[in-house]
């Protein structure tokens, strides 16, 4: 699933390759979640000329020179393309928006978890997606992190899946973290003493950055970037994905468990739980 690395490649690409371009035509070709109506959606967006995009946790936001915002999630699948408009459309594409240069920005979206709203920008703050959502993964600061971590009772992965102290983690970059910051994915996150809380801080945007720079993790092809190229943070993987392979820091076998409801992998002697 595209998380903050991933939904930030895609936003650097809507930004240089469809940012500034007017959308001349919109097809909906599988009807999926548009709100308010994919024939609405599609009527708003026709004409107007795409001013900014941008990023909020794992949420992007494409703003319009009529002070309307397309707001959208990726989920498991989604997928948003620029490209030729001679170039096959894949199945499962359910939007082309036709820009002026004549290329398409083509949402695709093969499990159809995706969702997609067009509003008018001064309602985005309260769209019901938004509101229980903590600052961005890469915009919060050491302090605030560190205090809403030790106030909690929740689990380290549950917490930091949860969005709500913090916006952008998935269960990848979770695992990725915790690793490196040698914590158990099951430990108690009120029982971390400031100076681990502030370590795990750090390597969170150590890690976070890192997998920015190389373009997100594409496994099993389901994540693109807007051009169609793949990450290269999945060659970066201290313990996801890897159960049953040696620990890089340890060489003890990587394990896999269920934690928050989520497969999650970790080096039983690097990240003790206590
Ligand atoms: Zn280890």
Known sequence: MPELPEVETVVAGLRREA????VVDVEILLDAHFLPSAAELADGLRGRRLTTARRWGKIWFVDTDDEQTLVGHLRMTGQLRVQPADEPRLPHTHLVATLDDGRELRWRDVRRF???HLLPSAEVAGLPELARLGPDALAIDEAAFV???RASGRGLKALLLGQEIVAGLGNIYVDEALHRARLHPTLTAGRLSRERARRLHGVMREVLSAAVAAHG????GQYV?????LGSYQHAH???GRAGQPCLACGTP???IVAA???THYCPSCQRRR
């Open 19 to 22: 940012v500034g371009r007017r």
């Open 114 to 116: 995706g969702w997609m």
């Open 147 to 149: 205090a809403a971590v």
């Open 217 to 220: 993790s594409s496994i099993d």
């Open 225 to 229: 970037a807007v051009d169609g190229e």
């Open 238 to 240: 201290r313990v996801y």
């Open 254 to 256: 990587i394990v896999r």
């Open 261 to 263: 409801g989520r497969g």
